[in-house]
C-alpha cells in the first residue's frame, strides 16, 4: 500500500487554530465545548479522520477520551490506556511524539479492531504537557497510509502545547472555586454551630451533630442548613433592633 507524502497541514491554517484556542483562554465557555472547539479545529488543520484528546486520570493513571470530532460511538467508547501501555500511553509516559503508518497492523497499537472498523490508517499522537508534567494526547488520525513530515509533527505539538494551556487554566479556575466553595461552607458551618450553642447551651461536639441531623432530616447540605440558620439568627436580631 502506498504512501501519501504530500503536506495535509497548512502554515495559515495553524496560526489561526492556535488563535483560536488561545481565545478559549478568556472564554466563559465549559472545558468541554472548548476540548470539543480543540479537537474540531485540529481536525481540520490536520485533515484528520478522527482527532482526539485523551486526558490523564491522576488517581488511576489511565488516558480517558474527553473530546473528538468523531461520531463514532465505537471510538468514544474505547476503553482507558494505562500509562506506558499503547501508542497513547507511551507517549504520555515518554513525553515525545510517536507516528504509526497504520494502527491496523501495528503491535504497539492496542485498538485494531476499532481502527478497522472505522477505517483508521496513520496516526500522529504527540503529548499535551504543562509544566514539564504530561496531563494527556491529542491524536490526529487519517484514513489512508501517510508518512508525517517533520513540519506536521510540529504543528500539532503547537496545537498540543497551546491546549494544555487552555486545560490547565480551566482545571485551575475549577479547583479554585471549589475551595472557595469549600471554605465559604466552613465559615457557615462554624457561624451555625456557634448559634446552636449560644441558643441551645450545647457544646461544640453536641452543636456539630444538631446541626448534621439538621441536614439528615432535611436532605440538604451542611451548608445550606447553616445558612438558612444564619439568617434566621439575622432575621431574629433584626426584628428586636
Known sequence: MARENKQICDPKHIIQALAKIGEAIASDSYLDDVLKLIVTVTA???????????????????????ATQSVSEAYNKKPNIKIGNGIAGKVAKEGKPITVTDVRKDKDYINTSIAKKEKLCSLLCVPLIF???????????TSKPHEFSKN???????????????????????????????????????KAKGIIMEQERLTEKQAYQRLRKYSMDSRKSMRDV???????????KSYKK
Open 44 to 66: 481540520e488543520v490536520m485533515s484528520s479522520k478522527i482527532c482526539s484528546i485523551m486526558l490523564l486520570n491522576k488517581k488511576t493513571q489511565e488516558l480517558e477520551v474527553k
Open 152 to 190: 506536521e509533527i510540529n504543528a500539532l505539538k503547537s496545537i498540543a502545547n497551546q491546549a494544555a494551556i487552555v486545560i490547565e487554566n480551566f482545571r485551575l479556575v475549577v479547583e479554585s472555586k471549589v475551595i472557595k466553595e469549600e471554605l465559604e461552607a466552613r465559615k457557615s458551618i462554624e
Open 226 to 236: 447553616s445558612e438558612a440558620i444564619i439568617l434566621a439568627e439575622e432575621m431574629k
Open 131 to 141: 509544566k514539564g508534567k504530561p496531563i494527556g494526547v491529542l491524536n490526529s488520525y
